[in-house]
């Protein structure tokens, strides 16, 4: 109930392929992680954070910290006023991740992801999965189109197993002007990367 009382992510920039993670998906998915051990305690990374929704919700399962990091100037002031309304003290960045050095993430976090998924505009995913992967994270939990087959790959090739997590159906609202038709939806996987 908490994550989907958050004030919402604006969804406003196509070319970035913003599309809200819902509460009740969140959760899920953050129950999940949870289950494994990944949360509580741990730094948490939430890259191309939105509203904050999984790093925030990382905080209510017992994170010690969260720094989310999000390219959209106003989608921070978002997770700003989310994290402010939670009573959550996660540190808030402005910032394009495009190397493992943008992340702010140390040896051993917790990295957690809906990164854009290159589907609008092709190859869109590759930086973010590239410093995903190449930063110093332990593990990585990552939310993916299900159809793409390439984010395995480029995780293996530096050095990460992966296992499915949970696979479900991720609501498409019509908010940008390149989709036609009403509510739509599509299928994901959640992923969770270990080093090898």
Do not use: K
């Not at 009382?5 to 998915?29: F, I, K, V």
């Not at 589907?119 to 973010?128: C, F, H, L, N, S």
């Amino acid at each position: 109930m908490a994550l989907s009382s958050l004030e919402p992510h604006p969804q406003h920039d196509d070319a970035l392929e913003q599309y809200a993670t819902e509460g009740d998906l969140a959760a899920q998915w953050l129950l999940a992680m949870h289950g494994y051990g990944d949360l509580h305690e741990h730094h948490v990374v939430d890259v191309g954070a939105g509203n904050g929704i999984l790093g925030l919700g990382a905080m209510l399962l017992g994170a010690t910290s969260a720094v989310l990091i999000d390219a959209d100037e106003a989608v921070c002031a978002v997770a700003e006023t989310n994290a402010t309304a939670l009573g959550v003290g996660a540190s808030v960045l402005h910032r394009h991740v495009t190397t493992a050095q943008d992340l702010s993430a140390e040896a051993g976090c917790t990295v957690v992801a809906n990164p854009p998924w290159g589907v609008r505009t092709t190859g869109a995913d590759r930086p973010v999965l590239n410093a995903i992967f190449g930063c110093t994270a332990s593990v990585v939990h990552l939310m993916h189109h299900a159809d793409a087959g390439h984010v395995e790959a480029l995780a293996q090739g530096a050095g990460w197993a992966s296992e499915e997590v949970l696979r479900a159906t991720f609501r498409l609202p019509p908010v940008h002007a390149h989709q036609r038709s009403g509510r739509r939806s599509t299928e994901v996987v959640c992923r969770r990367f270990v080093r090898r």
